[in-house]
């Protein structure tokens, strides 16, 4: 492999060092020019201030080949990055006309007059070519000069973002060719990153691909980059031995989501899904509804923050009340309840008890419930962390069970 | 007022530059250094590179008067902070048998014999005193030599924020007393951010206190600082004169939450509430329960993803089910049914239908019913969003709403 290029991120805002919001654009970034075989070497914010801007520009320039500026493209006074590289490339600003006529248009059609201050967005320096912004006024800029290669960028990211996409990787990966580099990620849950560290020790001797693990909502994944032209190949053959060595923790891998790949299973067989919830509040039923496809197999539940008798749902409230919080049988019985009650192919259920963590220093126990077809199955959970955390792990733990039923009833395969 | 003293702050770790983790630290730390006066001109990211630090160092003790790094003092081969702070300032680093001796005691205490590579985190040069670190093995480091203050902290934030908050602030506060500097937030929602503006504008006019608009996914915040001996009043008085000029949109300030003001008045009343939502899919139910007095008011409710009809409410179905979604009255007797069936005092409801936003460019359509002891009523919501940020929003216009009606019947005064 051929040395890899080096860059360098610079965000710029004074808000950003006043810590009033925070950066996710350079972290973004930053895992996007690895994917592609560009090291970051450095990362800077800077605030609105010409001098300063410009001294980190030149001192970037010296270290990088890539520059990525964040922020700084707005219509006030403030706004000075495009100022900033004009002084340090000695290059002269001057008002492009046909970026003027594009702003006006987009004001047009957003019926709005054009402020005068939004003119500074339509300047540019003569070497630079202008990048379309999708989302808002400020055009990015692409300049590639003296070998090295600057990228200038608004700072809000529903800007930045398919600016980066559609208008900035693209040129980067023609102007950098470099090698293949790819990722995959395998995600697994209901097991220590420890544990998981010790099951796949031996891919931490290896080079390429690079492995990493880290810990998410949803488990713990594990991440391979491959390098060279067999790169395809190195992740394949590594994938597989992972989820051998995994096995039965893996659950999915890269955009797999568990609401979705349970999701697609359903409406696929046009299969139907209700929630009974009591220590996770709701949060179940709105991580499933989180997916567009929900409607078609969701049917909705309840959540049963006090006791069930109210609701008249003609169910042995005694049972679940006697034991709720504190038995896989109570889980057992609310998914079957829910399932009945909603007709539905599938009823999972989550019930718990939290414990005062400034009391006593207990874990809360937490019992997943799921009924169907072939019957009703129980287990338990526990979870020794924050109230939002514990209602999060216990929702994911819910949909972790629920996909190991499909499997079980071979109506999803072990790994998918 | 004096100069500002002037800082900066250095986060330090190769995974940081490649994008693998957020750096929650930095934008931490800038927020609580504004907020005591000092003034931070500049965040650094950089890998464990011993020559990069030493430069980073260098470079920010030449602009600055207090550096601030985390990261990099972990046990292994790559955790260079503690060998680069010593380069710069031409020490020797040392073992510390007291530190030596902690660590061992802190190891014994997991149960776990030391790796003897965790020695290095004993280590300090002689002009450096040691911060302890509640939740880790690394001790933190404070150097004030030569007219400048070097801070030196473990990179996990469960680490950092302990160690900043009980050994860092107190010594910095003492370091720089300065003036009094104050923060207050003043919270609104169903008000636009330019409107926010407009309606304020002569707050901007001010230097003291400072005035900033901020959009949070429960409303349009503005935040005002004051400095002085007199800061107490200034922000007392710029606080009565926000809420008069953004009444009715003020629905708190400062760590206010709508469910915990709501919460707050229902349990001290010993009132109850319900929901039933379809469009929100159980995000308000989950909203309301990540409070933990919730369980001393909400009963429970209903996520109805798909018709209401097998749920056996005894409720007129069919006035909701032609209408759900698409009108106000379908809210209200949402609300009102679950309010009955659950015998609360307050039913809460949320229906509404998703655009598909590549079919057609229209805003989701929501409605919000309350039903109580007085009556029912409802009202509608619009957002041009994506689908988690509309569901977010819909929860927070109910709860919004709910509050509007215990300030109505007198259960709650206008601004809290």
Redesign the interface.
Known sequence: MNKPVKAEII?IGT??????????N?????????LIGI?????????DDIK?LAQ?FR?ALKRSSVVITTGGLGPTQDDLTREAVAIVLDEKLFMDEELETQLKVTFARMGREMPPSNLQQAMRISSAVSLTNLRGTAPGLWIDKNDKVIIIMPGPPREMLPMWQNEVLPRLKTRFPGGIILARTIKTFAIQEAKVGELIHEFFEVDNPVT?I?TKPDGIQVRLIANGNNALQLLDAAEKKLKENLAPYVWGTDNDTLPGIIGQVLSNRGMSLA?M??F???????I???S?I??QF?????????NLT?????IPVVLIERNRGTSGEAAEVMALCIKE???TDFGLSITGV?QNRELANQSDIVFIGIADASGTKSWQQQFMMN??DS?ERAAVAALFRLRQRLIERNLLNYVK
Chains 1, 2 share one sequence.
């Open positions: 965000s808000e950003l060092l006043r810590g009033e919001i925070a950066d996710t350079a972290v973004y970034l930053a895992s996007q020019l690895h090291e970051v070497q450095r990362l800077t914010t800077s605030g300063m980190v001192q990493g880290y929630t919830e009591d996770s509040g709701g949060l179940l039923g709105h499933i509804t989180d567009d929900s409607s969701y049917r909705g539940g309840i959540v049963a923050n006090s109210e609701l008249g749902l003609g009650k909603l007709s939290f109230r939002a209602k």
